[in-house]
């Protein structure tokens, strides 16, 4: 029986090289989200979903540099277990059609959800990667991930409670 991507996604192990491109084409379909979204929001978080955007694009080239180097052939190549984390972080390549004119609290609230997302799985696989350059990328992005989150939820907690929204 052939084993189909369904199989896959349910597989206890993966080895760094499926979660590496996961992940970098979890940040570039971000990157691209955000770019798409500045004209069409609001004034109040346009400065947001471009730094948003700018972010993303930093953390995408982070992905790119490492896939580069060929010191880590044998590292890509291992497996580790597959983070639970693991499904909901894949979902996010799929992106939601906010409209022309996206409401600033649906814009926060798909930010908050991504970022909390990427912040749980960069946190899992730091925890499960061996010392080295994968895993301080990992734990870069997890912290880098968490202040993103604080910062909007702050964000949010003033737009929505300042009755802007």
């Known amino acids: 029986m052939p084993e189909g991507r369904g199989y896959q996604r349910l597989k206890p192990l993966t080895n760094l090289k499926d979660i590496l491109d996961v992940a970098t084409e979890f940040e570039r379909t971000a990157r691209d989200f955000y770019k798409d979204l500045v004209p069409k929001v609001s004034k109040n978080i346009r400065y947001l979903v471009e730094e948003l955007a ?21 590292l890509v190549r291992q497996e580790i277990e597959r983070p639970a984390s693991d499904r909901k972080f894949s979902d996010c390549v799929h992106l939601p059609d906010l409209g022309e004119k996206p409401d600033d609290q649906a814009v926060l609230q798909y930010a908050l959800m991504r970022e909390h997302a990427a912040m749980e799985q960069y946190t899992v696989l730091a ?39």
Do not use: W
């Open 54 to 74: 700018e972010e993303e694009q930093e953390h995408f080239d982070l992905f790119a540099d490492l896939a580069k180097r060929d010191d880590l052939g044998d």
């Open 127 to 165: 925890d499960r990667t061996p010392p080295g350059p994968v895993h301080d990328l990992f734990r870069f992005l997890a912290n880098e991930e968490t202040k993103h989150k604080n910062e909007l939820e702050a964000i949010y907690y003033e737009i929505v409670h300042s009755g802007g929204v």
